[in-house]
């Protein structure tokens, strides 16, 4: 390994074997967070001592025989900050949680704290996972690693960053519309979200509960499945975590999908020009590795964002109601005369950002009496319809693919303040990534290509992503399909 950080897999190998101590290697990760942490504003909070502990006690644990239950051991690793540990604070990137600390650690988290990895710290995110830009943090916006006046994408802005940069091998984010994929897009890294209900979303601060996943960011498609496979799998404090059986992911992740079928929609206009290259070279390198690709059609992708936008600030609405200032997080002073209304008020308004309080309101909105019917219902329907056209396209009576091949943005990386005054902007960022949180299904998006120039027809290197979407509960085959087109770009390890 020429850069000891660049593959977590690669890490946990030298680890088990002896040849690398966790101490050392999470050195270097805390290192790196020290010099380029602070100009990219990733991290929310670093863990420095405590991560040097940690990574004592698995080299310990190594020595006393336990390398075989710890396939990421010695793995440095970063964690949104929208999920709980039981040290540290979890702020969700909010004014409202700045001082919260959770009393309990997220299962995901948990499962590869137990599996060997190290959590050098906390990153930075848009509000509640309320963004596309990173720029709706309560805490300023994160930086772009490969050029800081533009941002990195959202709202797992910070996980992004600090995997783009190299500070560390791996990530964990949340993807409620896309914001694993898109962040992970826009900054060159892999980004997987599991089909709905494959990870336990206790201790995962809550923004949209149907359509919330937790995930992986890497910098390639083995270590994204090697951290998913650690996390998969059913958990009693979260009821819709899924008793599917989970899967070895890493075993067959090289073996070629044989009569491989990827789908390819037609979409028209919306993207980049260099988006659309890189989609077609995409499907060429698919092809070349013996797929057969496939017309189908991406169901309902101009009403998708629509839908999206109901029904994740309905939910939201609903969930930051447990926000009123007496159970956790910020308190506004309201005196001894105030009332306890007052208090409410107060305490939400000073606490909420300007975007979480856009998505409440819109979700008060269309949940309210007589226009539910009109905007809440028909976003429902909609979500059926666009997981129906997605069964359809896997069925083997019909087109039978095994993923499907779209692109994850319209664009590649934008700047800083290009997209805050238009909201409807920003959202239609989300445009390819949010049909397969409203179907469930899983998708990973990796790197495939570089723009020429960015959407103001400026010159601009900047990493183009290509997204897979797949079967549900089959992120065996998608990972596969993943490797096969990573090969083929020679990107990533
Ligand atoms: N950008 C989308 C939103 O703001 C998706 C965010 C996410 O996946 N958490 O809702």
Known sequence: ???????????????????????????????RVEDGGAGLNAFLEVFAEQAIDQARAVDTRIAGGDADRMPLAGVPIAVKDNIALAWGRTTAGSRYLEHYRSPFTATAAQRLVDAGAVVVGKT???????????????????????????APGGSSSGSAAAVGAGMVPLALGSDTGGSIRQPAALCGCVGLKPTYGRVSRYGLVAYASSLDQIGPLASSVRDAAACLAVMSGEDARDMTSSAHPVVDLIGGLETPVEKLRVGVPKLHGGMHSDVSRAMTDAALALKTAG?????????????????????????ASSNLARYDGVRYGHRADVGLGGSIEEMYVRSRSEGFGPEVKRRVMLGAHVLSAGYQDAFYLTALKTRRLIRAGFDAAFDPAGPGVHAILTPVTPGPAFRLGEKTGDPMAMYLEDVFTVTANLAGLPAISLPVGWSKTDAQGREAKLPIGAQLIGRPFDEATLVRVARMLEMQVGWGG
């Open 124 to 150: 930075n995110m848009d509000e509640f996972g309320m963004g596309s830009s990173g720029e709706h943090s309560a805490f300023g916006p994160t930086r772009h690693p490969l050029d800081p006046e533009r």
């Open 1 to 31: 390994m020429s850069d000891p950080l660049s593959s977590a897999t690669g890490i946990a190998d030298a680890v088990r074997a002896g040849d690398v101590s966790a101490a050392e290697t999470v050195a270097i990760a805390l290192g």
């Open 291 to 315: 797929a057969e690709i496939v017309d189908v059609e991406m169901p309902f992708v101009d009403e998708a964002v629509s839908a999206y936008y109901i029904v994740a600030p309905a939910e």
